[in-house]
T-cell receptor, first 117, second 115 residues
Framework: GAVVSQHPSWVICKSGTSVKIECRSL??????MFWYRQFPKQSLMLMAT?????????EQGVEKDKFLINHASLTLSTLTVTSAHPEDSSFYIC?????????????FGDGTRLSIL | AQKVTQAQTEISVVEKEDVTLDCVYE???????LFWYKQPPSGELVFLIR??????QNEISGRYSWNFQKSTSSFNFTITASQVVDSAVYFC????????????FGGGTRVLVKP
């Protein structure tokens, strides 16, 4: 089946640090990947759509300069939280669907718990 | 705009009881997809089912069943004979055909199955 790997699974770092999270589709190609944010006991909120070879599309209210997205290949997208602060602490989840059919179900990574001290 | 409402925030049952999770959606699109995902305590999202708007057949997969009622814009999910391993948060999601695969999630329903 479709496997999406996310790394790291857990990050604890000091305020002001930049943190990079990787999202890989292991057994399929994904032109598009998605980044979500989930606060405790809340739903998933889409942050941005990552497009291979082009700029990401950010949802309203998401700071582009704060959350840098790079999708350099058909199997890898990265999210960098720049100069992270405690309010950026959250659970970040990526997802991907197979290239060629935008109506394929999305397959999710295991998520990254980010804690900023 | 799309909207998904899961009115039940938390449901607690005893093992072997059946539990039904409600999902009501809003969309102006005539073609769309509905999904259910499971999020266990470990955090990962597990895909359970996808249903397109033209297929109103109910579906059963093991102890899981889904009831799609287009007339009431509902896509309810039932777990029969619940087990402790079913304890998780369950999310209903909607994707209109033209949405570029963007999902709109409901708020989730936390299911706690007690032994």
């Amino acid at each position: 089946g479709a496997v999406v790997s996310q790394h790291p699974s857990w990050v604890i770092c000091k305020s002001g640090t930049s943190v990079k999270i990787e999202c890989r589709s292991l057994d399929f190609q994904a032109t598009t990947m998605f980044w979500y944010r989930q606060f405790p006991k809340q739903s998933l909120m889409l942050m941005a759509t990552s497009n291979e070879g082009s700029k990401a599309t950010y949802e309203q209210g998401v700071e582009k300069d704060k959350f840098l997205i790079n999708h350099a290949s058909l199997t890898l997208s990265t999210l960098t939280v720049t100069s992270a602060h405690p309010e950026d602490s959250s659970f970040y989840i990526c997802s991907a669907s197979r290239t060629g059919n935008s109506n394929q179900p999305q397959h999710f990574g295991d998520g990254t718990r980010l804690s900023i001290l | 705009a799309q909207k998904v409402t899961q009115a039940q925030t938390e449901i607690s049952v005893v093992e072997k009881e059946d539990v039904t999770l409600d999902c009501v959606y809003e969309t102006r699109d005539t073609t769309y997809y509905l999904f259910w995902y499971k999020q266990p305590p470990s955090g990962e999202l597990v895909f359970l089912i996808r249903r397109n708007s033209f297929d109103e057949q109910n579906e059963i997969s093991g102890r899981y069943s889904w009831n799609f009622q287009k007339s009431t814009s509902s896509f309810n999910f039932t777990i029969t004979a619940s087990q402790v391993v079913d304890s998780a948060v369950y999310f209903c999601a909607l994707k209109p055909w033209a949405a570029g695969n963007k999902l709109t999630f409901g708020g989730g329903t936390r299911v706690l199955v007690k032994p």
